[in-house]
């Protein structure tokens, strides 16, 4: 009777994967969890305790003399110090390095005479029993313990910000060719390096195994001088969305080239021989059976393709520009924060808004992204 007890080896194989999962998807929940809760807590809070009562040091300045109003011959200005926050008053002081001096409902004197009460609710009230003369409110730092808050003003703030729509749209206009072309192109390459002989080949595939490394911020430059020289030699504009196409064929193809040349190279040799025999072209037998056979290399690349393109922001801005109508869905959303990096509580809600159509091109992908990356990974032709 054969053993079912578990190898150790197996154990720690499944901890390992389980302990990566976990630390991939932490920070993404982390983030979504971000992106719901309101932008007050989220400054002085940590995701983790989005559900726990917050504590916040806040700073108040009551009404000057204009909100006085007369009580049985006192003057009297109050409101109330939590502004719609919610919550309730832990503490408060009239000095701001000393928030908790004071219980809620205690009275304080001021300089001036007159009388400071908070309550724990947050209503105040300044009892003086001379005028107010002066337009200066008197400051009011508290500790409010706030109970957790959820809202969609931080995605509704980005949705319906200025020249989103049309980013969004230059991004698909950016993305969708970035990845066709490529691949059209790596497709009919790797196809004459797997199956068709002819000099220097391997001298190719060198190279293109040579390209994988070079460093897209040291060739941006040179390929952007080289598109300008042609491009004003033809009467091209420099600006334009066939650049941008251009460019991100060029960094995306090497790439492409070895991962579908990996594929191509192991598919059967004996359906090549047999369809040669009935007379096939290698267009044909590339058209009619490489590239159907090929589809789920075609769709691993096409999966990293998208997803670097969609996300890019460098290269948009030096083939395609910074114009407002030019400016794709990444450079509205830095624009959106402003040169001081104000705002930035909606980047939490701006990274799921750029993230929701390359999670869809995934998931309808992912089933042949592994197939597509190891096949070939054995056997080359």
Known sequence: MLSTKRSPLLWVVHLSVLLLVVLWTLPTAGLLISSFRDKDQLAVSGWWTALATSSQNIVFRAPGASGQVEKDGKFVISGNVLENRGGVVAAWSTNVNKPSEFEPGTSTTLRDGSTLTVSADGNFEIVSPTKIETERGQRIAFVAEIAPRFTLDNYREVLTAEGIGSSFINSLTVAIPSTIIPILVAAFA??????????????????????????LQMSLIPLLRFYNEVGGFFGVPSKTYLGIWLAHMGFGLPLAIYLLRNYMAGLPREIMESARVDGASDFEIFLKIVLPLSFPALASFAIFQFLWTWNDLLVAMVFLGTGKDELVLTGRLVNLLGSRGGNWEILTASAFITIIVPLLVFFTLQRYLVRGLLAGSVKGG
């Open 190 to 215: 790797a196809y004459a390096l797997a199956w068709m002989k002819f000099p220097g080949r391997a001298l190719l595939i060198a190279v293109i195994v040579g390209l994988l490394v070079v460093p």
